[in-house]
């Protein structure tokens, strides 16, 4: 990787302008009242709170209230101006220049007065996202950028390597302090600092409970203004069917992902409001490839035929749902939907595992060369909620049926990560992923992509995906992007790297009291510094 080109120049009038003590944002000038707090549920808990090394969404919409980017995305999902107040594209679309704002400044360390934010923070957040030791899954989303250079303390330049389509896009990543992490060349999830984040957005982080609650202050420096809820706290449940309960009795305010099977409940109750919000998203069982067993992908077709994927979702999720067939969260652009879903069929399943040579044993399990096809199924404590487990169930016995050994192993949340990204200890899990609007699945499926802490958890390595996901890349016409993703979707449906399973309905549900909610599509808080709460129903 090329060392990034950095220019300095000094100004007087800059200088100065670090010296002055910066002024307290205004208050919003749209007539709503501050004050009040929002207690909101979530489905277990972050494993870091920096932007850079999550890769969970419970950290990504955590981030989202502490960060902002150099553009942002509105609710008509337009770009729009953010840390940058404006930019410019050259002609050949291989230069974007950042003029940055004067106005933001970040998150007071304890003691210490805010800092100016300037283009030297967006140059250290490239250089630290970039570094090879960094591990983080925004690396294969920006290695399209050949240099950044700094041309004045609020101007920065991004040279890239070629064109690409919807590039300003890519520049919504979020911008973190030069000051804030103890190690200045590469970021870990031993520092401090992803666990104690400091940046520029509406809400600071206070402090983390014992029991894991993360609660979030209203910034009074907000550049556009302080927001109007003065906290926001985020409450962790092992178990959605207690969480759902909270809010109905009145202990959160908020679910951001309501358990289907709880719809029902929530729509009869007129204190609560349920939205929908259409998150990019699907859920998946991944196979750990690296097992012999399972390097075979006829073994992995077969348990992908032998699971009844529409009767669990009718079954467990009450239909809130759709059954799928590939790599691309359905209702994106790049999803194929020419592919069909593989029907669920035992006997298929059967003649494909005898195929690869196995046989069934005295006790009924699939052999071959005298190992058994007896599988780990890990997952996460935290995802230990009814619908889950009933998931777990319905697989070992669909799998059991055609002689495959399915064995249920619940871990608590940091050990499962641990498991699954770093020691890669486990044949299969259960999973989701959620998706931004690039449909990009290089981090998922590329070979360059296995590794510690990587999204290639399976270590799935395919030539030919390598080769389409390169390409896909290198393209500016929009169609033919497209028909790469297509020729994607229909081969991963093939290898089953994956057995894909579908994508499900989503739901937020909240209390009335909370006004003017507007959710984004996979960021959910980007505009909650417009929420507000009258100030009778403040708490």
């Not at 003691?111 to 996202?129: Q, S």
């Not at 494909?352 to 044993?361: D, M, P």
Request: aromatic share 12%.
């Amino acid at each position: 990787m090329r060392r990034l080109v950095t220019t300095f120049f000094i100004v007087s009038l800059a200088v100065f302008v670090l010296l002055l003590p910066p002024a307290k944002a205004a208050p919003k000038n749209d007539g709503f009242p501050q004050g009040g707090s929002l207690n909101y549920g979530e489905y277990g808990r972050p494993a870091t709170l920096d932007p850079i090394t999550s890769n969970d969404m419970i950290s990504l919409r955590i981030s989202e209230l502490i960060f902002n980017g150099l553009v942002g995305i509105d609710e008509k999902q337009e770009i729009v101006p953010d840390l940058a107040e404006r930019w410019d594209i050259s002609p050949d679309n291989l230069t974007y220049t950042f003029y940055l704002r004067h106005d933001v400044t970040w998150h007071p360390k304890e003691g210490e007065e805010p800092r100016p934010f300037t283009a030297d923070d967006v140059i250290f957040t490239y250089n630290i996202m970039k570094h090879p030791q960094t591990i983080t899954p925004l690396k294969v989303r920006y290695e399209f950028i050949d240099s950044v250079v700094k041309l004045d303390d609020y101007t920065v330049q991004f040279n890239l390597k070629r064109p690409i389509l919807n590039g300003l896009a890519k520049f919504t990543f979020k911008i973190i302090p030069q000051h804030g992490p103890e190690n200045k060349e590469f970021l870990t999830r031993e520092d401090p600092f992803v666990h104690h984040p400091i940046g520029t957005g509406p809400y600071m982080l206070k402090n983390v409970t014992a029991d894991g609650e993360v609660i979030l202050v209203a910034n009074e420096n907000y550049y556009r203004g302080r927001p109007h809820l003065d906290k926001f706290v985020a409450r962790p449940f092992a178990d959605q069917n207690i969480m759902s309960q909270a809010l109905m009795f009145n202990a959160i305010d908020m679910i951001v992902l309501v358990n289907p099977r709880d719809i029902p409940q929530i729509q009869g109750d007129k204190r609560l409001v349920l939205q929908p919000y259409n998150a990019l998203s699907y859920s998946f069982f991944g196979y750990n490839v690296r097992n012999p067993l399972l390097a075979d992908k006829r073994v992995r077709q077969a348990i992908t035929y032998a699971v009844n994927r529409q009767e669990m979702l009718d079954s467990f999720f009450n239909g809130q749902g759709t059954i799928i067939s590939g790599p691309f969260a359905p209702g994106s652009w790049a999803y194929n939907l020419d592919v069909e879903p593989l029907p669920f069929d035992p006997q298929k399943a059967v003649s494909l595992l005898e195929e690869a040579g196995f046989s069934k044993g005295d006790d009924g399990i699939m052999q071959k060369d005298g190992k058994k096809l007896s599988l780990i199924l890990k997952v996460p404590i935290e995802k230990e909620s009814e619908g889950v487990k009933r998931v777990v169930l319905g697989f070992q016995n669909y799998l059991n049926k055609i002689g495959v050994e399915i064995k249920g192993e619940f871990k608590e949340w940091q050990a499962w990560k641990e498991d699954v990204f770093l020691k890669h200890d486990f044949d299969v899990v259960f999973a989701s992923w959620v998706f931004d609007d690039s449909a990009d699945i290089t981090s998922l499926f590329h070979s360059s992509e296995i590794g510690p802490w990587r999204n290639n958890f399976g270590g799935y390595s395919n030539p030919e995906i390598d080769s389409l996901i390169v390409e896909s890349k290198l393209t500016l016409d929009h169609e033919k992007r497209r028909t790469i993703y297509r020729k994607l979707h229909a081969l991963l449906a093939e290898e089953c790297p994956y057995t894909f399973l579908w994508t499900l309905t989503n739901y937020a549900a909240y209390h009335h009291k909370l006004r003017h909610v507007a959710i984004h599509p996979y960021k959910f808080f980007s505009f909650s510094d417009r929420w507000y709460i009258p100030e009778q129903e403040q708490r």
